[in-house]
């Protein structure tokens, strides 16, 4: 299984990005997804997660209501809308895959494929 984030990248406070993370080597309509994110020196944060259902969705507080996650089983990608991005948001942005449930979890220790990683930077 191979995961590949993109679309991080530097934005003003109040801005916008959206990341993608296009899976390959498993079955994606049956994966459950999740992006995660690290700032320097912390630890790494659920951000959101989507299970095998496009209306199955969780959100940490910290970015319910300014993210978005959804997925296209088509394109075998799942999404990260970032709306109203604040400096605090700045962290490597990883996403996940997990084979075993079909709902998400915050847990990291529930997903069992990593991708490389995207940073996102956003300026006061």
């Known amino acids: 299984v191979q995961l590949q984030a993109s679309g991080g990248g530097l934005v003003q406070a109040g801005g916008s990005l959206r990341l993608s993370c296009a899976a390959s080597g498993r079955s994606f309509s049956r994966s459950t997804m999740g992006w995660f994110r690290q700032a320097p020196g912390k630890e790494r944060d659920f951000v959101a997660g989507?299970?095998?259902?496009?209306?199955?969705?969780y959100y940490e507080n910290f970015v319910k209501g300014r993210f978005t996650i959804t997925r296209d089983d088509a394109k075998n990608t799942v999404y990260l809308q970032m709306n109203s991005l604040k400096p605090e948001d700045t962290a490597v942005y990883y996403c996940?895959?997990?084979?075993?449930?079909?709902?998400?979890?915050?847990?990291?220790?529930?997903?069992?494929?990593w991708g490389q990683g995207t940073q996102v930077t956003v300026s006061s």
């Open positions: 989507i299970g095998w259902s496009r209306t199955s969705t």
């Open positions: 996940a895959l997990d084979v075993r449930s079909r709902l998400p979890t915050a847990a990291a220790a529930g997903y069992d494929y």
